[in-house]
Nanobody, 125 residues
Framework: QVQLVESGGGLVQAGGSLRLSCAASGRLFSVYGMGWFRQAPGKVREFVAGISMYSSTSYADSVKGRFTISRDNAKNTVYLQMNSLKPDDTAVYYC???????????????????WGQGTQVTVSS
């Protein structure tokens, strides 16, 4: 069982920045693939960014160049640095863990095994 706890969400003006954190339980964090997804009101949950156990990264086109995913294995934590935020980035952001030991980051919801409860990000115009 892996527990994931997100933090760092909040209200920010357009153009601003936020850094989300996701702390994971367990001793095997270094071999987990980690991902960030988001769900806006009335929309399906979508992939935002992923990082493999080898720190290979992947991004949705909508956030490429603005968001950065990173991991700190010593702290069992994955981060999502979000810059140049837009009102369209408003959503609940979820972190997820992939235990498959894939060399590449996963982009599909059903490829992830555990999920956090989510943290709200609101970007005002």
């Amino acid at each position: 069982q892996v527990q994931l706890v997100e933090s760092g969400g909040g209200l920010v003006q357009a153009g601003g920045s936020l850094r989300l954190s996701c702390a994971a339980s367990g001793r095997l964090f270094s071999v987990y693939g980690m991902g960030w997804f988001r769900q806006a009101p009335g929309k399906v949950r979508e992939f935002v960014a992923g990082i493999s156990m080898y720190s290979s990264t992947s991004y949705a086109d909508s956030v490429k160049g603005r968001f950065t995913i990173s991991r700190d294995n010593a702290k069992n934590t994955v981060y999502l640095q979000m810059n140049s935020l837009k009102p369209d980035d408003t959503a609940v952001y979820y972190c997820a863990a992939d235990l498959s030991r894939s060399a590449l980051p996963r982009r599909q919801e059903n490829e992830y095994d555990y999920w956090g409860q989510g943290t709200q990000v609101t970007v005002s115009s």
